[in-house]
């Protein structure tokens, strides 16, 4: 029996990545393509593989573990958000070309971000912790800056449930959305 060959061809790689690579995502118009890793958050141009400048490297944030493309109302292009295992978050918009970091926050009582995930109909950020912490996050427009700025809804830990994966769901069809968050152990008590 043989396996039948995938009609998938590789285009490129990244060749100039320094240390591990452990997230990666793409904008939905494919043309950007974001990496999270030992050294921080990258961008990198689809077409030929070429870095784009980035605002900020790892620092004192460590290693990038979670980057997502969200979009959001009355922006032009994907935002890109990303989390690190010294459990800061943070935001960058493409703005004339040029990548901006609008905000960075960390997490009270920190630790490694596992998983992040974004509501574009509410303008809502997920994301979970190491720690058992499940935080929602309300991400608005500053009038005067143009910059996103996130506003805590709510922290909550859950004890033993190292969250692993969150996501949003609308179990009723309304513009409210439940967050779903799977653990790594038994799921929380």
Avoid at 7 to 32: C, F, K, N, Q, W
Avoid at 98 to 126: G, K
Avoid at 149 to 160: D, K
Wanted: aromatic fraction near 10%.
């Amino acid at each position: 029996m043989s396996i039948p060959r995938l009609p998938y061809v590789r285009h490129g790689g990244v060749e100039d990545h320094p240390g591990s690579v452990l997230s990666l995502a793409v904008t939905e118009d494919g043309t950007i393509l974001a990496s999270g890793g030992s050294q921080g958050t990258r961008l990198w141009k689809v077409t030929d593989m070429s870095s784009i400048h980035r605002p900020s490297s790892a620092g004192i944030r460590g290693a990038t573990l979670v980057v997502i493309w969200a979009r959001q109302a009355d922006e032009a292009h994907d935002v890109l958000y990303a989390g690190t295992q010294n459990g800061y978050f943070f935001c960058w918009r493409q703005q004339d070309g040029m990548f901006e970091e609008t905000f960075v926050v960390q997490m009270p009582d920190p630790s490694e971000i596992t998983a992040m995930a974004f509501d574009s109909t509410n303008n809502r950020l997920c994301l979970c912790s190491r720690n058992d912490m499940v935080q929602s996050w309300s991400i608005s427009k500053d009038p005067m800056t143009g910059k996103w700025n996130p506003t805590n809804i709510f922290s909550r830990r859950f004890p033993r449930l190292a969250p692993q994966a969150i996501t949003f769901a609308a179990f009723d069809n309304s513009q409210d959305r439940d967050i779903i968050v799977l653990g790594f152990h038994n799921n929380g008590p």
